[in-house]
């Protein structure tokens, strides 16, 4: 039954009132303010003044290019190793009795119940030493955003998998089919929007972080959001606000081909 507050006229001038009053104070106004900023010369007053494109000069060569190569190599690593192992997990954990599967969302939820700069620092103490020595190198910066970002495609893909209809693996298996071509011609197909959806939200968490990344970043490593706070931080407020601009923009626009590509396996 249809609720007629939602449908009338009244209900949905008001729906997109309430929506306009959360969404453009809360989302919209700090997103426009960071790239209003990116094109000015000074903010001294309520508005900007001095328009200029020089700054994304400095975001778009240099350092920053190199950064943000740094950023989409980690991301995409970060997003691979976290489908794999994630992915397999939450399979693994649907033919798991009930204890075994808390136990897995347990382990697997912890790293995002604490703080992020919580698991950066347990992944310098942990291979800061032999017999796994990787601080000082790129690999602590992905392991860590992995670590961060495994839960997501852990509960991605457990969801996805719980919501499964069994008739198809049982009428394979019925039919001769072997487990690893169920997996693989099966389960896997059906899983596909979810995938590709748990790999766009690993992609768009590994660009943002920044508390982590902090602790372990060695100085030929630097992603796209410490070049951030380090432009900020120096006092050039407007060539980090055009950096920012940079980065969102190039996760929208893998977020967006993740998208189609997740729409495509949906009709499939």
């Known amino acids: 039954m249809h609720s007629p507050l939602v449908h009338s006229r009244a209900g949905k001038w008001a729906t997109w009132a309430v929506f306009l009053l959360l969404f453009v104070p809360l989302f919209a106004v700090p997103l426009l303010v960071v790239v209003a900023a990116s094109f000015t010369t000074n903010w001294s007053g309520a508005f900007p003044s001095g328009a200029t494109t ?25 997003s691979v190793l976290a489908l794999l192992v994630g992915g397999w ?20 939820m912890l790293p ?3 703080p992020s700069v919580v698991v950066g620092l347990a992944v310098l103490v942990a291979f800061s030493r032999p017999p796994v020595l990787l601080n000082g190198t790129r690999w602590i910066v992905i392991l860590a955003h992995t670590v961060l970002v495994t839960a997501f495609a852990y509960q991605s893909v457990s969801a996805a998998a719980a919501r499964l209809d069994p008739m198809y693996e049982q009428a394979a298996a019925s039919l001769g089919a072997r487990p690893s071509s169920v997996l693989w011609r099966i389960r896997l197909p059906l899983l596909l929007p979810s995938l590709t959806a748990a790999a766009g939200l690993c992609f768009a968490l590994s660009m943002g972080e920044l508390s982590a990344t902090m602790m372990l970043y060695p100085p ?15 006092g050039s407020l407007f060539t980090g606000a055009a950096v920012a601009v940079v980065l969102m923009a190039t996760t929208l626009l893998v977020l967006l081909a993740v998208s189609r590509i997740r729409t495509r396996a949906s009709y499939r």
Do not use: M, Q
């Open 54 to 78: 020089e700054h994304y000069a400095a975001a778009t060569g240099g350092d920053s290019l190199k950064a943000l190569t740094t950023s989409l190599v980690t991301a995409v690593t970060a």
């Open 89 to 108: 997990a939450a399979l693994a954990a649907a033919s798991l009795r009930a204890r075994g599967k808390r136990f897995l969302d347990v382990l697997f």
């Open 112 to 114: 995002v119940a604490v």
């Open 220 to 234: 030929d490593w630097t992603p796209l959001p410490v070049r951030i706070f380090a432009a900020t931080d120096r």
